[in-house]
């Protein structure tokens, strides 16, 4: 069992920046993919994005694109989405997710075995 703490968090106004961090109770954190997802209120939880094992391969959803970048520190079991350009409909409920069953990026929901708790982005206009 893995758990995912993730931190960072807050209310921003609209253009600026939030680093989120999620950190792995796993010591083989480099065996697993990683990704960051979002829920607003009334809503899906929807795919943010996606790094793969070796952080080589990128995934993005189109309207973070150029504004969010999400990188690994495996040697400190954590995961990071650095967040520009911050709009008010970015505003969700942000989780990170993990899985060993993969070496490239994955997207969907259901491709993760692993959750974190959730971290609160506000942003406001």
């Known amino acids: 069992q893995v758990q995912l703490v993730e931190s960072g968090g807050g209310l921003v106004q609209a253009g600026g920046s939030l680093r989120l961090s999620c950190t792995a109770s796993?010591?083989?954190?480099?065996?697993?993919?990683c990704g960051w997802f979002r829920q607003a209120p009334g809503k899906e939880r929807e795919f943010v994005a996606a790094?793969?094992?070796?952080?080589?391969?990128?995934s993005y959803t189109d309207s973070v694109k150029g504004r969010f970048t999400i990188s690994r520190d495996n040697a400190n079991n954590t995961v990071y989405l650095q967040m520009n350009s911050l709009k008010p409909e970015d505003t969700a409920l942000y989780y990170c997710?993990?899985?060993?069953?993969?070496?490239?990026?994955?997207?969907?929901?259901?491709?993760?075995?692993?959750w974190g708790q959730g971290t609160q982005v506000t942003v406001s206009s």
């Open positions: 790094l793969s094992r070796s952080a080589s391969s990128t």
């Open positions: 796993t010591r083989t954190f480099s065996n697993y993919v």
């Open positions: 997710a993990v899985d060993p069953a993969y070496y490239q990026p994955r997207t969907s929901v259901r491709d993760y075995r692993y």
